[in-house]
């Protein structure tokens, strides 16, 4: 396969009359511009909101009016303490934890019966739980809201972290993982009398720490997003999470015109935790899409 790009390489600098080096070069430069006009497409409406994030009303309607403001502490502040946004990313910080916890807990066992037990009809039931991939989720809201209205759950905790503790995603990703590990750690495991928890503590689990690392990154941002259950199953304001509560803040009207300014400061605020911990943890998230794409 080398030979034929090196060929190909070959025929097309032959054609233009440039060298293969030449070639390559050429070839890296444009993937490079297209890179970086991809991240600048990206990064553009994040930092107009940065900027917007440090004025006094935040209106932008010329080039002119992106140049950064001196209200930024003021509008933090005011998000954070005059309308409670830091009690919504707080309730957003433990709702997504205990879901990463949970969902982390689930799939490798779910993923681990599947791959190292003979269960039956167990290639099945990984179908039945990849359909649930296919069902969307506004679709499971009315029997899931009257299900935990049933359970006195509503409006608590409870109601916004258990219906999400399931993951066919995390299953899926660690069973393509776990199938990857050699079958020859497992029969020596046997051999030595390892039980079913020994295995998953000790073998499993050592084995997979990226994979399990990159698995709770994607699970935490999916929580960390959440905004239409939530704003369906939680009535009080003090209960509710960070999403929610950017539409409290496009709520504030004064003097009959939206304060974006404080919207700018609060999507901020709600972009910091998960983009913190995909910086930190790059390496691992980035192995758990290599092995979601095999």
């Not at 709770?216 to 939530?230: E, G, K």
């Amino acid at each position: 396969m080398d030979g034929v790009i090196q060929y190909t390489k070959r025929r097309i600098g032959a054609v233009i009359g440039r060298s293969p080096e030449q070639t390559e070069q050429g070839s890296n430069a444009g993937v490079h511009l297209q890179l970086w006009v991809l991240v600048l497409l990206v990064v553009f409406p994040i930092a107009v909101a940065l900027i917007v994030s440090t004025k006094q009303q935040g209106i932008v309607t010329s080039l002119g009016d992106l140049a950064p403001g001196t209200y930024a502490l003021e509008n933090y502040r005011e998000a954070i303490v005059d309308y409670n946004f830091g009690r919504f990313m707080w309730n957003s910080l433990v709702m997504s934890t205990v879901v990463v916890a949970g969902k982390l807990v689930i799939s490798v066992c779910a993923a681990m019966a599947i791959v190292y037990y003979r269960v039956p009809y167990k290639d099945l039931v990984f179908l039945f739980i990849l359909f649930t991939l296919l069902l969307p989720v506004p679709v499971r809201f009315i029997p899931l809201y009257q299900l935990i209205n049933d359970f006195g759950w509503g409006n608590s905790l409870l109601a916004i972290t258990v219906p999400y503790l399931a993951s066919a995603t995390a299953v899926f990703i660690l069973r393509q993982h776990f199938l990857s590990i050699p079958t020859s750690i497992v029969e020596t495991a046997k051999l030595d009398g390892v039980g079913p928890i020994q295995f998953m503590v000790y073998v499993l689990i050592p084995m997979s720490k990226g994979v399990l690392v990159g698995v709770s990154i994607i699970m935490f941002v999916y929580a960390w997003n959440q905004y239409l259950w939530p704003l369906v199953i939680i009535n009080s304001e003090a209960n509710q999470v960070a999403q929610v509560g950017l539409q409290l803040l496009q709520g504030d009207v004064q003097g009959g015109q939206l304060s974006w300014s404080l919207v700018m400061a609060g999507s901020m605020l709600t972009l910091i935790p998960p983009l913190v911990l995909m910086i930190i943890f790059r390496k691992p998230l980035l192995e758990t899409f290599t092995i979601q794409q095999k």
